[in-house]
T-cell receptor, first 113, second 110 residues
Framework: EAQVTQNPRYLITVTGKKLTVTCSQN?????MSWYRQDPGLGLRQIYY???????DKGDVPEGYKVSRKEKRNFPLILESPSPNQTSLYFC????????????FGDGTRLSIL | EDQVTQSPEALRLQEGESSSLNCSYTVSGLRGLFWYRQDPGKGPEFLFTLYSAGEEKEKERLKATLTKKESFLHITAPKPEDSATYLC???????????FGKGTRLSVIA
């Protein structure tokens, strides 16, 4: 089954404790991206990767890092999480780029205390 | 700056009562306008892509249309299972990020 898998689905942690949210897709997609979804603000892009050689910032990259060592994986790293990063996070992928349909994971709900 | 505004924020319909959701946008060089459906606890699910003014796409009870300034998602004779949040997004020139609207929360009552 074609899918984007995120882990964990839920996480409660404390300020400053490094965490990684994993994202994996099995569709051989080139393009992957991370979004956060907040009430009243909608979905906003954090980082994206056109392919394994290219990653770039989205609209709200502050406090986040990503890596793309393999085509299928695109982890989101919070080096020193803060309460304002409490949010619902989605990973997405598409065949070639942002102008194609995105396949989303089911989300990771992060609470930073 | 690319912008997307969706209206209404919430819509409550009786089963069988047709209606339309609106997505107004401003974008530099539209490369695609997307409609997604999002159920509670799930990620957005792709519905349609529209690329140029005048284009229309249909899927079951849903029909999406596009003009130079807005898109409509028409829902004909909705059923309770159509209840969800519907998201509109645009992608402008180059590799600019998708810009999403805040969504319309649709409730269809039996």
């Amino acid at each position: 089954e074609a899918q984007v898998t995120q882990n964990p689905r839920y996480l409660i942690t404390v300020t400053g404790k490094k965490l990684t949210v994993t994202c994996s897709q099995n569709m051989n997609h080139e393009y992957m991206s991370w979004y956060r979804q907040d009430p009243g603000l909608g979905l906003r892009q954090i980082y994206y990767s056109m392919n394994v050689e290219v990653t770039d910032k989205g609209d709200v990259p502050e406090g986040y890092k990503v890596s793309r060592k393999e085509k299928r994986n695109f982890p989101l790293i919070l080096e020193s999480p803060s309460p304002n990063q409490t949010s619902l996070y989605f990973c997405a992928s598409s065949l070639e780029g942002p102008n194609q349909p995105q396949h989303f994971g089911d989300g990771t709900r992060l609470s930073i205390l | 700056e690319d912008q997307v505004t969706q209206s209404p924020e919430a819509l409550r319909l009786q089963e069988g009562e047709s209606s339309s959701l609106n997505c107004s946008y401003t974008v530099s060089g539209l490369r695609g306008l997307f409609w997604y459906r999002q159920d509670p606890g799930k990620g957005p699910e792709f519905l349609f892509t529209l690329y140029s003014a005048g284009e229309e796409k249909e899927k079951e009870r849903l029909k999406a249309t596009l003009t130079k300034k807005e898109s409509f998602l028409h829902i004909t004779a909705p059923k309770p299972e159509d209840s969800a949040t519907y998201l509109c997004a645009v992608q402008g020139s180059g590799n600019t990020p998708l810009v999403f609207g805040k969504g319309t929360r649709l409730s269809v009552i039996a």
